[in-house]
């Protein structure tokens, strides 16, 4: 019997799947890459079942690719190598909710939507919102250390793991981390496999740290005339001690996309907005948003909508939200970027991505996390394909990456390495960075079979 036939044996085949046509979903993600699709996906349901493939796949020398939701933006979850896709779309239980130590433990497959909405019915607050919520899942939230607009107050998925259950390829499982706020035992075990990327193990349970609930919302859209003044608007409010939960920027051209497609409707004249929502104690928040909107005012603002009720909040988060969707509806292809550099650095950040998009006679959109520096910057393709265009994208791709690096930046804020960014980790790392990390790739997995060929160049 082959590797495949005794997965079917053991699991039953129609949890091992080999049809072509079924496997067409397991070749593709988020991030427009070509498709690699994998001889077999597995559809596990309990560790159990997960420490038998990767027990098996590493007798058999197969390669295993773990796959959440498939949301991933940079090819994480795509088997470059064939072999194994390793799902955990099955495993969608919420263990536990534990109201008094303030923790919830649940399985890798969990929605990060799912378990927002049902901590927030028990009173509590599950802060990472990555705008892909409705559907992407915690274990491929852990392995990309997911943020999200709140992360400008709360942090990204990284500060809410406390403790991680993994199995490593081969079959062996770790008890990492704790169930307490406070822990110092040993190395830092499980702030190695948040952002690990797949590649280190596979989450088989998650604990998360929970917040109390906020008892209060507030929300406001602040329209600039263009991107330069927008930007520098940030450094302001923040500069000025405001501590929205999330501050997001869209600029001209995503508005004009989202123009007449979204509940808000932008004035004439907008060429930028940011997004702006605070949260805390009722008492005080009305005078904590008229603060917000007065900065906003004399940074320039030409018009500023205040959310007067959740329906309205609703509506403008729906604006925000739409960006990314209706940018790849519009065009042909779109190259997202993820980027980070420091909050002074935004507006030079956005004057450089003007000239290269200029440069390269592409259009081009910039959303994002502007509180963080995370700028979403989406190259827009519409022209057909040609050696002389990926020449150009690829121009434009470096300068970006270029400037991000001499602005004191980060090439990757919350999409990760995965295939596509390969290329610039040696920009960023240095060789004995990068080394320390391949050896420590080789401890847990010697034979490279987990999640191969990503991250590393
Ligand atoms: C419209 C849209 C909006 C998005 N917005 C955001 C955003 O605001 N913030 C943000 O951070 N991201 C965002 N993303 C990107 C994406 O949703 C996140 O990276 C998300 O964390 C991926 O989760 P997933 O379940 O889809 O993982 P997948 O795409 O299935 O996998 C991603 C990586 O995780 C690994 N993985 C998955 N499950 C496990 C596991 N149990 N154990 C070990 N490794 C595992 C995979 O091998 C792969 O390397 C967005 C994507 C889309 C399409």
Redesign the pocket.
Known sequence: MDLFQLLSAELGPARVLRDELALERFAV??SGLPRFPPECAVLAESRAEIELVLRLAQEHRIAV?????????TG??LPVRGGIVLS?ERMVRIREIDAENLIAVVE?GVTTGALQAEVEAAGLFYPPD???LE???L??????N???PRAFKYGTTRDYVLGLEVVRMGGETLQLGRRTPKGVVGYDLVALMVGS??TL???TEIVLKLLPKPRAVATLLATFRDLLTAGAAVGTLVGRGHRPRALELLDRVTLEHLRGRTPYRFPDGAGAALLCELDGDPEGMEAQLLRCAESCEQSGAIEIQIAEDERRRRELWETRRRA??TLKALHRRKIPEDIVVPRAAIPEMLRRVDAVATQANLPCATYGHAGDGNLHINLLIDEPDSPELEARIERALDATMRATLELGGTLAG???V?LLKQRYLPWEQAPPVIQLQRQLKRLLDPEDLL?PG?IFP
């Open positions: 993600d988020e690719t773990p796959r959440g939701a498939g949301t991933g933006m994480g979850a955990t890798p990555p705008a892909s559907s992407c899942s274990g491929g939230n852990v392995a990309e997911a943020g999200g990327e797949g193990a596979v989450a990314n969707p919350e999409h990760g995965g999640n990503k």
